[in-house]
């Protein structure tokens, strides 16, 4: 059974660690997650309000997702990471962690809601277009209302 919930500072390490488990590229490092989740860190166009979800098997952390409030892009919310381990992914664990993050941000008032993605990771890209996002440009996308996605994928 896997439980998604709000992340604590005291889940960094474990997210950090399925970060470098994965050798995921994106994200961040321990140290810097730490400061984003303390909200002593702030990516561009960010604000204050922000959280993590993570998805959480007993005794791992398999997944996880962070958003925060924003102004990039005119938009309203960011999702900054959302990592499922491989063993996990085509579970619908993404999907859940996606509908906490879009839970949080609809709560706060946040919409439209951007992602960075990088132009070659076709199955993110797959799987936020399923959720209804589009293409912003080159490395980004965006929901015009990320409520969309608390209904889950798009048939």
Known sequence: MV???QATLSDVPAMSALR???????GAPAERMRLY???????????????AFVADRGEAVIGYAAVHLTRRFGCEG?????????E?????????????????????????VCVDVAPDNT??????????ATDLDRCWMAWDDIAAALDGPAS
């Open 3 to 5: 439980a998604i919930r």
């Open 20 to 26: 470098e488990a994965v050798q995921w590229e994106g």
């Open 37 to 51: 989740l303390a909200g002593e860190h702030h990516p561009r166009h960010a604000l204050a309000p922000r959280a």
């Open 123 to 132: 199955r993110a890209r797959r799987f936020y277009r399923r959720h209804g």
């Open 88 to 112: 996990a992914r085509g579970s619908g664990l993404a999907d859940r962690l996606l509908r906490s993050a879009a839970g949080w941000l609809v709560q706060r008032g946040a919409h439209r």
């Open 78 to 86: 960011e999702l900054e990471w959302l990592l499922v381990a491989p």
